[in-house]
């Protein structure tokens, strides 16, 4: 093996814990928001074109559940390495300059996800009282979640500076 930690069990094991919690917290709100989507979307289908009636609020609720969902996915696909990327020039490094490439780009990347966090906190809180249209909830709840998952997605990144990134697996999408 080349040295670097790459593997949970390396992971300080306060931060594993800790991320391992917010995960399953974020993914029980990804299946709620995923449900809350699905249903009212397709109750708004069934009203619409089966008796002609519409409930005026389910596109906000489906946009917002919709917004939602994406996301809190992204950290969860971050914590894996399953986003796209570009490594054409990294394959052709030697492990252990590959390694520290991604790193590299996983600091980079945490400091912009953290800028976006506190940029997004920010709008949110600057949209506050501005209310949905049918609804009487601040279209702050959109940007809320862009803040959560830019936090979520930074903390993930750090892991990865600090134990290294996640191992690949066979059977990906290449």
Do not use: C
């Amino acid at each position: 093996m080349n040295g670097i930690a790459t593997t949970p069990e390396r992971t300080p094991h306060w931060l594993e814990h800790a991320l391992t919690g917010v995960d399953k917290l974020v993914t029980g709100l990804l299946l709620s928001a995923v449900a809350v989507m699905v249903g009212v979307v397709s109750a708004q289908v069934g009203l619409r074109y089966g008796f002609n009636l519409s409930i005026d609020w389910a596109d906000e609720v489906g946009r917002l559940a919709f917004v939602w969902s994406i996301f809190l996915a992204i950290p969860l696909g971050v914590r894996q390495g399953a986003h796209i990327g570009i490594d054409i020039v990294a394959d052709k490094l030697p492990p252990v300059l590959r390694a520290v490439l991604k790193r590299i780009a996983a600091a980079i990347s945490a400091l912009m996800m953290a800028v976006i966090a506190w940029a997004a906190f920010g709008v949110a809180r600057e949209q506050w009282d501005e209310l949905m249209s049918t609804l009487n909830w601040s279209v702050g709840w959109f940007i809320v979640p862009v803040g959560i998952g830019a936090l979520l997605s930074a903390l993930h990144l750090v892991r990865i500076v600090i134990v290294g990134p996640p191992q690949a697996h066979l059977g990906g999408a290449e």
